[in-house]
C-alpha cells in the first residue's frame, strides 16, 4: 500500500481532538478565525489575540471599514466582474441562436455528433467557461480577503437564497445575483436582502415565478408574441415554452418553507396559494431588453388575499413588498433564520440560549443582521468548550482553510474550484433550493475523507510557509503551531512521526507532513 494510504488509514480511524479544558487568547483568535473566517493564516491566530479578539470581531462585522487592498487588484483578473447583466444576457442569446442553427444543420445532414452537442466546445463553452471563472473567484475572495467575516456570510446567504445555476437562463443572470444582490447586504438588514432576492431575476426564473401570472390574463396584443417567444430562454427549440397560462407555487412555497418562516412555519397550503397570487405580474424583461426585474400590471392577480390574517387588495408590486416586509420580521422567520445562523457559527444542534439571543437582537434591531450575529458571537454557547473544534468543514471551508493555513496563492484558473467540486460541492450547482447543507453528517465518511486526503496531499505539495527542516520532530512542532495553534492530537503527531521515519529529503519530508495534518481528521473540524 502506498505510504500516504497507509498513513490515511491510521488518520481516519482516529478522532478528532476534544477542545481544550479552558480557552486562552490565542485559542480564542484560532476559534474565532476558524468560525468567523476561513480560518488562520500563517501567525495570524497570533496577530488577532495581540490586537483583541473581540475588537478583531467588531472590525469584522463593520466590513466597509476593513482595508482590502490585495483583492480588488486580484479582481480584475476575472473577465466575469467586466460584463453586467445586459451583456451577459445578450451573449447568451446569441449562443443559443447561434447553437440551434448548428442543431438545425446538423439534422439536415443527418449528422447528429458533430460539435454543438460536445458541452465543451461550440457556442455555450464561453458560458461554462465563466462559470468556472465565477466559481474560482468565490475561492480566491475566500482566501484572500481581509473581511473574511463579508465572505463567509456571502456563501451563507447564497446558500439560504440558492439558485441553480445549471438553469436555462440562471447561467448568464447569476453573476448579477451573486454581485448586485447578494454581496452588498450580506451584513445589512434581513427585509431588504429578501426584498432584493424576490426581485432577483435570476430567483425569478430559478423559481419559475415569472412564468406566475392570474389565470385567464393576458398582455396587450403587441406585446403577445414578444412574451411568449422563447420567454424561458431555453436552449432547444423543442423545449421552448408556451405562454404562461396561470399561477406558479414554486417560489411562494419556497419563500415561506426555506426563505422565511421554516418548514414548521405554521403556513398552509392555501397561504401557499394566496402568496402566488400576491407574486403574480414579478417577472423579467426580455433578453434583448437587458432581463432585468419587470413587474407586468396586466399579469397581477387584483383580487383580495389574506395571508395570516392580513388583506392584500389591488395594490400592484406594493402587494409583495408589503407582504416580505411582514415576512421577515415574523417571529418564525426570526427563529427559522437565527437558528441556522448558530448551526452555521456555533453547532449543528443549535444550542436554545443561542437562538434566543440572536432572536431577541432581531426583535429589538428588525433584522440587523450585524446586530444578529454580534449577539451570537457574544453568546456564552459560542465560546463554550464545547463548540470549539466541534464542526466539520464543507468542502469549500476546507479547501480554502488549507490554502490559507499553508500560504498558498490562488491563482485565477478553476483549479481549486474544481477540487472543491471533487469533494462534492460544486459551487452554485445544487439543484434543490435548499442549498448545500451544513452539518456533518452530510459530508463525513469514508469516501469523502479519503478523497480530502488525496487533496491535502496534492495542496501540500505547494507549501512555502513551513520551512523544510531536518529534524521530523521540529517540522511536526511547526506544523502543529501554524496549522492547529498548538491543539494537534498526539495521536495524530505519532502517525506523521512514523511516517516520516524512513523519509530523509527535507522537502519530501515538509510536503507529507503538511499533507497528512491537513487530510487528518484534526484539520477537518472548526
Known amino acids: 500500500m502506498p505510504l500516504f494510504l497507509v498513513a490515511t488509514v491510521a488518520?481516519?480511524?482516529a478522532q478528532a481532538?476534544?477542545?481544550?479544558?479552558?480557552?486562552?487568547?490565542?485559542d480564542s483568535a484560532f476559534h474565532a478565525l476558524n468560525r468567523l473566517a476561513y480560518g488562520a493564516r500563517p501567525g495570524e491566530a497570533d496577530s488577532v489575540a495581540r490586537f483583541g479578539v473581540m475588537k478583531w470581531i467588531e472590525r469584522q462585522l463593520d466590513a466597509d471599514h476593513v482595508p482590502d487592498p490585495r483583492l480588488p487588484e486580484r479582481e480584475r483578473q476575472f473577465k466575469i466582474l467586466g460584463?453586467?447583466?445586459?451583456?451577459?444576457?445578450?451573449?447568451?442569446?446569441?449562443?443559443?441562436?447561434?447553437?440551434?442553427?448548428m442543431q438545425r444543420d446538423a439534422a439536415a445532414t443527418g449528422d447528429s455528433m458533430r460539435a454543438p452537442f460536445d458541452p465543451g466546445v461550440g457556442p455555450m463553452r464561453e458560458f461554462r467557461e465563466l462559470g468556472g471563472e465565477l466559481q474560482q473567484l468565490a475561492i480566491v475572495r475566500a482566501a484572500l480577503s481581509e473581511r473574511q467575516l463579508r465572505e463567509v456570510m456571502v456563501d451563507f446567504w447564497t446558500n439560504h437564497f440558492n439558485v441553480f445555476v445549471g438553469k436555462?437562463?440562471?447561467r448568464f443572470l447569476l453573476p448579477s445575483y451573486i454581485e448586485e444582490t447578494i454581496r452588498p447586504r450580506?451584513?445589512?438588514?434581513f427585509e431588504d436582502l429578501l426584498i432584493a432576492t424576490a426581485e432577483s431575476?435570476?430567483?425569478l426564473f430559478y423559481l419559475d415565478n415569472a412564468q406566475s401570472v392570474a389565470p385567464g390574463s393576458a398582455p396587450p396584443p403587441p406585446r403577445r408574441a414578444l412574451f411568449g417567444r422563447r420567454f424561458g430562454m431555453n436552449e432547444m427549440p423543442e423545449e421552448r415554452r408556451r405562454r404562461p397560462t396561470g399561477i406558479n407555487e414554486n417560489y411562494a412555497r419556497e419563500l415561506l418553507e426555506l426563505h422565511t418562516l421554516g418548514v414548521d412555519g405554521g403556513y398552509t397550503q392555501q397561504d401557499i396559494i394566496e402568496v402566488a397570487r400576491i407574486f403574480t405580474g414579478w417577472s423579467i424583461e426580455p433578453p434583448e431588453r437587458g432581463a432585468g426585474f419587470v413587474f407586468r400590471d396586466w399579469a397581477h392577480d387584483r383580487g383580495t388575499k389574506h395571508v395570516f390574517g392580513v388583506t392584500f387588495q389591488d395594490d400592484g408590486k406594493g402587494e409583495g413588498i408589503r407582504l416580505l416586509k411582514l415576512l421577515a420580521n415574523q417571529h418564525a422567520t426570526m427563529h427559522h433564520v437565527s437558528a441556522k445562523l448558530c448551526a452555521r457559527f456555533v453547532a449543528d444542534e443549535p444550542p436554545d440560549g443561542c437562538v434566543d439571543a440572536a432572536v431577541a437582537a432581531w426583535q429589538k434591531t428588525r433584522g440587523d443582521i450585524r446586530a444578529v450575529l454580534r449577539a451570537i458571537f457574544t453568546s456564552p454557547d459560542f465560546w463554550s468548550t464545547q463548540a470549539v473544534r466541534s464542526k466539520v468543514k464543507t468542502p469549500l471551508e476546507f479547501v480554502v482553510s488549507a490554502v490559507r493555513a499553508i500560504g498558498v496563492e490562488p491563482d485565477s484558473t478553476p483549479r481549486l474550484a474544481q477540487l472543491v467540486a471533487r469533494l462534492g460541492e460544486p459551487l452554485y450547482q445544487q439543484p434543490a433550493p435548499t442549498g448545500y447543507a451544513e452539518s456533518e453528517a452530510h459530508w463525513v465518511n469514508s469516501g469523502a475523507l479519503l478523497a480530502r486526503m488525496n487533496a491535502a496531499i496534492a495542496l501540500a505539495q505547494d507549501c512555502a510557509s513551513i520551512p523544510a527542516i531536518d529534524d521530523h520532530a521540529q517540522l511536526v512542532d511547526v506544523v502543529d503551531h501554524q496549522l492547529f495553534a498548538g491543539t494537534m492530537s498526539a495521536h495524530t503527531k505519532s502517525v506523521i512521526l512514523a511516517q516520516l521515519s524512513d523519509v530523509t529529503d527535507?522537502?519530501?519530508?515538509r510536503a507529507l507532513a503538511v499533507g497528512l495534518a491537513l487530510g487528518g481528521p484534526d484539520f477537518q473540524k472548526q
Open 11 to 13: 488518520l481516519l480511524t
Open 201 to 203: 431575476p435570476a430567483m
Open 17 to 26: 481532538p476534544g477542545p481544550p479544558p479552558s480557552l486562552t487568547p490565542r
Open 168 to 170: 436555462g437562463a440562471d
Open 506 to 509: 527535507p522537502l519530501q519530508a
Open 83 to 101: 460584463y453586467d447583466r445586459a451583456d451577459l444576457a445578450g451573449r447568451y442569446r446569441n449562443a443559443v441562436r447561434e447553437r440551434q442553427r
Open 186 to 189: 450580506s451584513l445589512g438588514r
